[in-house]
């Protein structure tokens, strides 16, 4: 049964960084759209980031540069990193993927495999 693996994540200062990986553990296609998204409680689940097979990717207005998407294609892996964290990214950071046919997007509703999430926590 193909599932995501989330690691990374932690408590870091404002400025700071922190790297995210997932992986879509045992996923047979070749094919695959992977995302990334926040959520704080009390609000929707934001996009982060989106990435396909073939490199194209998205990223939310809110990241302005900050964050990047990048991607292990032979180990269905992707990574965000993120640089320059400040409080108000704070949040859990779940992984998303789909395939074989997807969509690229930072709208959930695009996906049906999801990740249990990460916490990301920045302090001022």
């Known amino acids: 049964q193909e599932h995501l693996v989330e690691s990374g994540g932690g408590s870091v200062q404002s400025g700071g960084s922190l790297r995210l990986s997932c992986t879509f553990a045992?996923?047979?296609?070749?094919?695959?759209?992977m995302a990334w998204f926040r959520q704080t409680p009390g609000k929707e689940r934001e996009g982060v980031a989106s990435i396909n097979n073939n490199g194209f990717t998205e990223y939310g207005e809110f990241v302005k540069g900050r964050f990047s998407i990048s991607q292990d294609n032979v180990e269905k892996t992707v990574y965000l990193e993120m640089n320059n964290l400040q409080p108000e990214d704070t949040a859990m950071y779940y992984c998303?993927?789909?395939?074989?046919?997807?969509?690229?997007?930072?709208?959930?509703?695009?996906?049906?495999?999801w990740g249990h999430g990460t916490q990301v926590t920045v302090s001022s």
């Open positions: 045992k996923y047979r296609y070749e094919t695959y759209c």
């Open positions: 998303a993927a789909e395939g074989p046919i997807c969509v690229l997007s930072i709208w959930a509703d695009q996906y049906n495999y």
